[in-house]
């Protein structure tokens, strides 16, 4: 499964699929569904996480001022280890393909982590008497698995988008990721869904013990079949070494795709259908050793230095999506313990058979339909965003999103209704359709603006030598989301202590997007 880091930096790697500037086939809209319930088992798994990791971690007595670190030690590990993954699979060599044993063994990982943290307080009580070495144990293994899932489920969207893009033309990656899009809101949905039904008074919830117990039934019988089908929809080519077919001095006609432009989210020039247009490519690349080209590897370094190296319009973006993500995040990890404590006034300390700890479930439970509206919302707010864009913009639309969600986190944390709080969950949609697509179309126009300046350059015998790759750009801007709940992880629960109540997160919530929204208007650069 892993790369062949034993060979020379000369080497260079190609899918059977790219040899011969083949075009890969038009893909039937059934395989590419097939490949987007990938993406609907990741959400629906997510969507559990984000209504249940919190209660699990408050019933097995995780402390207060602790639960938010959990939220940190994953993105950290990930904003790490994240290029180094991604380096891998680009070069994995294994016959089944470059990106699916990535996958499948992402998807093993989120698994176990999901039955970690959802059954960890079980295993511990059944197998260890001991009050203290049981409160120990548990904490512990229920730590362990929410980092390990979060882990996983961070890294696999990577592999999943990389796969579309080697097997598909560019028309079909436009329909699968619009495929991505309505998956992954239905997905989120239908597990805000689950969660929302109070299985203890269900046969099922009987038989199997406790909801937790039933949510782990659920997302292991969606997670095991979606992966299934999307690991079977469409074939994919495994690497071969072409430095044998090619003189050690020439340089390739076509280059093959560096590490750092497969993880892109718009390019609609340099790279199509998988291929590097070599009228482009060869200008910043013609007076450069060819294994210095090939041999290019996206690093923590090359992150960091392309923050600092980059455009004033692109790093004004990363930090747009930084400060959107810090207030989505800070509202979406901590809404179900905020509708059982705040408006439900319910209390996750309390013995499990008491009225206040009922209550406090009671409240998880209705959380998860607020979320389930978020998720709903979600997709129909995206389906319609093509529509909306024509009349009002991508500034139109960037500033939409923060403005609804400031305002509505800002109503549910100073007047905290069940009604009105489930009302406003539709803002949560906006916020989220608008952070998945928005960033991207930007960036994707800023890529199409510079290769219409490189264009115009090489015809005046002047042509780009910047090495700075697409690639790179939309890596650096999907670690604002890791970055992001670094920042969560590591000031919430500060907060929280400070004001001793959780509306905090939702009042921070909605002052960040508000900020976020002067951000997007004054210092974001708009094409056109």
Request: neutral net charge.
């Amino acid at each position: 499964m892993g790369g062949d880091s034993g060979q020379p930096r000369s080497h260079t790697y190609t899918s059977l699929a790219e040899d011969g500037h083949v075009e890969p086939p038009k893909r039937p809209t059934g395989r590419l569904i097939m490949h987007s319930m990938a993406m609907f088992g990741r959400e629906f798994c997510y969507a559990v996480e984000a209504a249940y990791v919190t209660p699990v971690l408050l019933s097995v007595g995780l402390p207060r001022g602790l639960y938010s670190v959990v939220w940190l030690l994953s993105p950290v590990l990930g904003f790490l280890l994240q290029p180094v993954v991604g380096s891998a699979s680009d070069h994995s060599r294994a016959g089944w393909g470059r990106r699916r044993p990535y996958i499948l063994t992402l998807g093993v990982m989120m698994l176990l982590g999901m039955a970690l943290y959802l059954n960890g307080d079980s295993v511990t009580s059944a197998l260890i008497a001991d009050p203290r070495r049981k409160l120990i144990w548990a904490i512990t293994i229920t730590m362990m698995g929410v980092v390990l899932f979060d882990f996983a489920a961070d890294f696999i969207d990577g592999p999943i988008k990389a796969y579309l893009f080697d097997v598909c033309s560019h028309q079909d990656k436009e329909r699968g990721l619009h495929y991505h899009a309505l998956f992954t809101g239905f997905g989120g949905a239908l597990g805000y869904l689950l969660g929302a039904i109070d299985w203890t008074h269900l046969k099922l919830g009987r038989v199997l013990g406790t909801e937790f117990q039933v949510m782990f039934f659920f997302s292991t019988l969606v997670l095991t079949s979606c992966f299934t089908i999307h690991l079977c929809s469409i074939p994919e080519a495994p690497l071969r070494d072409v430095a044998k077919d090619i003189p050690p001095q020439q340089v390739p006609r076509d280059p093959p795709l560096s590490s750092d432009r497969l993880y892109e989210y718009g390019s609609i020039e340099k790279v199509k259908n998988g291929y590097v247009n070599p009228e482009l490519e060869m200008q910043g690349v013609k007076n450069k050793n060819p294994a210095e080209q090939t041999g290019r590897t996206m690093t923590v370094k090359s992150l960091l230095r392309a923050l600092v190296s980059m455009p004033a319009h692109y790093r004004c973006l990363c930090l747009s999506h930084l400060i959107g993500w810090t207030a989505f995040l800070s509202n979406m990890l901590f809404f179900t313990d905020f509708m059982g404590q705040i408006v439900y006034h319910g209390n996750p300390y309390s013995a499990h058979n008491a009225t206040e700890f009922l209550i406090y479930e009671r409240g998880v439970e209705v959380g998860c339909w607020g979320l389930c509206i978020n998720a709903v919302f979600s997709s129909l707010y995206s389906y319609f965003q093509k529509a909306l864009v024509s009349y009002v913009g991508l500034k139109g639309l960037y500033f939409l999103g923060y403005l609804l969600f400031g305002l509505g986190t800002g109503f549910i944390g100073l007047f905290p209704n069940v009604y009105s709080t489930l009302v406003l969950c539709t803002s949560f949609g906006v916020m989220s359709s608008t952070l998945y697509t928005v960033p991207f179309n930007l960036m994707a126009e800023y890529h199409h603006e510079e290769q219409e300046q490189q264009r115009q350059q090489a015809h005046g015998g002047d042509p780009d030598s910047s090495g700075r790759g697409q690639g790179l750009d939309c890596a650096t801007l999907t670690c604002m989301v890791q970055l992001a709940q670094i920042l969560v992880g590591g000031g919430l629960g500060f907060l929280v202590n400070m004001a001793g109540s959780v509306v905090v997160v939702v009042i921070t919530a909605s002052a960040v997007a508000l900020i976020g929204c002067c951000f997007v208007a004054l210092f974001v650069r708009y094409v056109g």
